[in-house]
C-alpha cells in the first residue's frame, strides 16, 4: 500500500512539533509538506532543533498546497484561525483534522457565546466530526473533517463517560477539577506561563467560564441523552506536561466498586488507550503517550464516586489524538505509529 501523503498546516508551536516527532516513525504516512507563514524557507528543525538530523524538511507557504497531493491535513492552528483554513479548503480532495477548538462545539451560537469571536463557516460546526475515537469511531471512520478534541475535555469526557451512559450519576451535579502542566497556555511567551509565574506556584484560572467547560458539557449531554451541568475548574500546575483531572459525582442508585470496575471495564473494551488503573495514576505515568490512565472509585461515607483520569496533554490531548483518528479514517489500526512507552521518571 503506497504511503498517505500528509500536511501539517502550522509548524512553530508544541502541537505540530509533536505530529512530526510522532508522524516521522508512523509506517503508513510520509510528511509531504508543513508550513509556517511566519519562517519560510527555514528548516523545520531551525524552528525545533530537537528534531535536527531528524526532521529536516523545508517550511512552506500555505499558498503552495496546491503544489502537493495530500490525503490529509492537520491543523495546528489558533483558535479562530482554523475556521478560515477549513472554509478555504472546504472543497479539496483531502480529509481535514482541526486541532483547534473551532469546530467542537453544536452550533455558531455556543462557539460565539464562548469563544466571543464571530464564526465565519457555520456550515463546517455542521459537517464535523468531533474526534473521539472511545465514543464515536464509526462517525470518525466516514468523516472527512474531524474536530480534535482539547485536553480537558479528553481527561474529563472518557472519566465520565461510562456513568453517562449508564445513567448511574446524577447530571446536575458534576465536579471537574483539573490541573495541567503550562504546555496547555502554547509556545508564545505570556505573563501566565513566565517562569517567576509558574515556578514554585499552583493556581486556578478560568473560574465559573472557561471555554472547555461547554466541550466537555456538550459532549456529556450526547453521551447521556440530558442536560448535564459540569462545575469545571482548571489548575496551572509548575510541570511542563501533563494533565490530572478529579471527578465527583453522586450516584443515583446503590453503588459499590465492583460496580464500578465491571462498568468502566465493559465500557472500554475494545479502547486501546485506555487503561484502567488499580491506583492512583500520576501524570508521569502517561508522559509522551497516548494513553489515558482511569481510577474510578466509590466513597461510601460521602456517596460519591471518584473518579482520576490522567493524560499528556500534547499527546493523548492533542496530537496523539489527532494521529489515532487519522488512523481510523484511513482504515489503519487504531494504535498505528503511537505504541509509545511513558517516560518514567
Not at 451512559?165 to 490541573?179: F, G, H, Q, Y
Not at 496551572?236 to 459499590?256: C, K, Q
Not at 464500578?260 to 472500554?268: D, H, R, S, V
Not at 495514576?281 to 461515607?301: E, H, S
Amino acid at each position: 500500500m503506497a504511503k498517505k501523503k500528509i500536511g501539517i498546516i502550522g509548524a512553530t508551536g508544541y502541537t505540530g512539533s509533536e505530529l512530526v516527532r510522532i508522524l516521522t516513525n508512523h509506517p503508513d504516512v510520509e510528511i509531504s509538506m508543513i508550513t509556517s507563514e511566519s519562517r519560510v524557507g527555514e528548516l523545520f528543525s531551525d524552528v525545533h532543533p530537537f528534531l535536527q538530523g531528524i526532521a529536516d524538511q523545508k517550511l512552506v507557504s500555505v499558498n503552495h498546497i496546491d503544489e502537493y497531493e495530500l490525503d490529509l491535513v492537520f491543523l495546528a492552528l489558533p483558535h479562530g484561525v482554523s475556521m478560515d483554513f477549513v472554509k478555504r479548503f472546504k472543497d479539496k480532495f483531502f480529509k481535514i483534522i482541526d486541532l483547534s477548538g473551532d469546530f467542537r462545539l453544536s452550533s455558531q451560537k455556543v462557539y460565539e457565546d464562548w469563544y466571543k469571536i464571530d464564526h465565519i463557516y457555520a456550515e463546517g460546526i455542521e459537517k464535523a466530526v468531533f474526534g473521539s475515537p472511545e465514543l464515536y469511531f464509526d462517525k470518525i471512520k466516514q468523516a472527512n473533517l474531524i474536530a480534535n478534541p482539547g485536553c480537558f475535555p479528553t481527561s474529563a469526557i472518557l472519566g465520565l463517560a461510562p456513568l453517562l451512559k449508564a445513567n448511574l450519576i446524577e447530571t446536575d451535579r458534576i465536579i471537574v477539577d483539573s490541573k495541567t502542566g503550562v504546555t496547555g497556555a502554547g509556545i508564545k511567551a505570556k505573563t501566565v506561563n513566565l517562569y517567576s509565574n509558574v515556578n514554585d506556584n499552583f493556581k486556578a484560572y478560568g473560574l465559573k467560564n472557561h471555554r472547555h467547560t461547554i466541550e466537555i458539557q456538550g459532549i456529556l449531554d450526547n453521551v447521556s441523552g440530558k442536560e448535564t451541568l459540569i462545575q469545571f475548574t482548571p489548575h496551572l500546575l509548575p510541570v511542563d506536561r501533563g494533565i490530572l483531572t478529579t471527578i465527583y459525582a453522586r450516584p443515583t442508585e446503590n453503588m459499590d466498586e465492583i460496580k464500578l470496575i465491571e462498568l468502566y471495564t465493559a465500557f472500554y473494551a475494545n479502547a486501546p488507550f485506555v487503561r484502567l488503573r488499580k491506583q492512583e495514576p500520576a501524570i508521569k505515568d502517561v508522559r509522551g503517550t497516548n494513553y489515558c490512565d482511569l481510577y474510578v472509585t466509590y466513597d461510601n461515607r460521602t456517596n460519591m464516586v471518584i473518579i482520576v483520569s490522567v493524560i499528556d496533554n500534547l499527546i493523548k490531548g492533542a496530537a496523539g489524538q489527532a494521529v489515532q483518528n487519522m488512523n481510523i479514517m484511513f482504515g489503519l489500526e487504531e494504535t498505528k505509529g503511537l505504541n509509545l512507552i511513558p517516560l518514567n521518571p
